[in-house]
């Protein structure tokens, strides 16, 4: 399986960089979205809060997120499953994707950081936390969004469906990850967000198995 999982990322990669415009139009999203927020919430005046300059980092990279994850499985099309469906397990499948859609959403929510400190400025006090909230919480989304994107596949392609699906397990990790981003903000000791973490840490855990366990069954239909 770990042969399998390597070639598929290996062949996710190889399809992105052939087609670059995918990339490169989310990432125009997430600068052109905090130039954006610099313009029209007051920032450039120096009027910015630290819980807004929160909240809008988490939102614009949710939205990166929902971009870039959405295409896991709407691009395959059904020739190309059919032979996916030949040569690898759907385990090793749903793994490949999720790793891949980890790397590229930590990509973006790493990007997002930079660009929101170059423009918007930096009050992060405590770096260490922060970025490991930003792991978990890029790893939290792309797990949800994969699966939820390999069901709305079988739907049509469905995109309400997706967003009903998604929304009631995206929700709690895009709130648990701004509670951990303020208390980092803040500057707070790192034991105050420890029960917050291992929370966090628990969905993305029971999502990823519930896609493990859950995707062979979706696979074969």
């Given at each position: ?131 490991l909230n930003l ?55 790192p034991s105050v ?29």
């Amino acid at each position: 399986m770990l042969k399998e999982i390597t070639v598929l990322i290996k062949k996710e990669l190889t399809l992105e960089w052939r087609q670059k415009y995918a990339l490169n139009g989310i990432l125009l999203y997430v600068v052109s979205a905090v130039f954006i927020t610099y313009l029209s919430v007051g920032a450039k005046q120096g009027n910015l809060s630290v819980p807004t300059w929160n909240a809008l980092y988490w939102i614009i990279i949710l939205f990166s997120a929902v971009n870039a994850v959405a295409k896991s499985f709407v691009q395959e099309h059904q020739g190309r499953q059919l032979y996916y469906y030949m040569i690898a397990s759907p385990e090793a499948i749903i793994l490949s994707k999720i790793i891949y859609n980890s790397l590229l959403t930590l990509v973006l929510a790493l990007l997002g950081y930079l660009v929101f400190s170059i423009i918007l400025g930096n009050p992060v006090q405590d770096q260490g936390m922060f970025l490991l909230n930003l792991v978990l919480g890029a790893l939290g989304f792309s797990a949800c969004l994969t699966m939820v994107s390999g069901i709305a596949s079988k739907a049509s392609n469905n995109a309400t469906l997706m967003a009903i699906l998604s929304f009631p397990v995206i929700i709690p990790i895009l709130l648990m990850a701004i509670s951990i981003s303020k208390n980092a903000i803040d500057g707070l000791d790192p034991s105050v967000s420890v029960d917050k973490l291992i929370s966090l840490l628990a969905i993305n855990a029971i999502v990823s198995v519930t896609a493990y366990i859950l995707f062979p069954y979706l696979w074969r239909s």
